[in-house]
Antibody, heavy 120, light 106 residues
Framework: QVQLQQSGPGLVKPSQTLSLTCAIS??????????WNWIRQSPSRGLEWLGR?????????NYAVSVKSRVTINPDTSKNQFSLQLTSVTPEDTAVYYC??????????WGQGVLVTVSS | SYELTQPPSVSVSPGQTASITCSGD??????VSWYQQKPGQSPVAVIY???KRPSGIPERFSGSNSGNTATLTISGTQGMDEADYYC?????????FGTGTKVTVL
């Protein structure tokens, strides 16, 4: 059974960088069959996929067009976790952020979600 | 950007059948997943690859996908099925979610 444990600050100031981490147990971030995703949810935007990282003999990333210029998702093999960085945040980035593991075409496991508020 | 449109709400009586649609351009050419989300909880997949159920999901959940529309059907709806439901599909290596449907069991 895979478990994903999210951590990171719940409050970020405008123009700063939002950083979250997702610790994995029950699988490996370097798995050749899993992909590691970040998704956020807000009343105005609904569920919005931000991007993913995955390993298939080498590391790959895919990002949503809406945040591509501001987002980075990185694996950390030494700690078996992956991270999200979103730069130049505005109040519109206020949302509940989820990490999720995907196999094939769907998202099997989700973290508990973390509310991140962008406010001065 | 790929848009997936769902009705905002569906109401159903206990024991009856609820159907939730998800519309998108040539959606039938893609695999669709469905997620159930209850208040304060993370989403849970109830259907993947159009019609397959993950382990532990009751048989009353079923799915189909053809043309521009995918459908999630809940047969014999129970009170515990009251939740928000989201469809999801991949397009050009990006995931897209539907607008969400609130299912109310009256």
């Amino acid at each position: 059974q895979v478990q994903l444990q999210q951590s990171g600050p719940g409050l970020v100031k405008p123009s700063q960088t939002l950083s979250l981490t997702c610790a994995i147990s029950g699988d490996s971030v370097s798995s050749n069959s899993s992909a590691w995703n970040w998704i956020r949810q807000s009343p105005s935007r609904g569920l919005e996929w931000l991007g993913r990282t995955y390993y298939r003999s080498k590391w790959y990333n895919n990002y949503a067009v809406s945040v591509k210029s501001r987002v980075t998702i990185n694996p950390d093999t030494s700690k078996n976790q992956f991270s999200l960085q979103l730069t130049s945040v505005t109040p519109e980035d206020t949302a509940v952020y989820y990490c999720s593991m995907g196999t094939g075409t769907y998202l099997d496991y989700w973290g508990q979600g973390v509310l991140v508020t962008v406010s001065s | 950007s790929y848009e997936l449109t769902q009705p905002p709400s569906v109401s159903v009586s206990p024991g009856q059948t609820a159907s939730i649609t998800c519309s998108g351009d040539k959606l039938g050419d893609k695999f669709v997943s469905w997620y159930q989300q209850k208040p304060g909880q993370s989403p849970v997949a109830v259907i993947y690859q159009d019609r397959k159920r993950p382990s532990g999901i009751p048989e009353r959940f079923s799915g189909s996908n053809s043309g521009n529309t995918a459908t999630l059907t809940i047969s014999g709806t129970q009170g515990m099925d009251e939740a928000d439901y989201y469809c999801q599909a991949w397009d050009s290596s990006a995931a897209f979610f539907g607008t969400g449907t609130k299912v109310t069991v009256l």
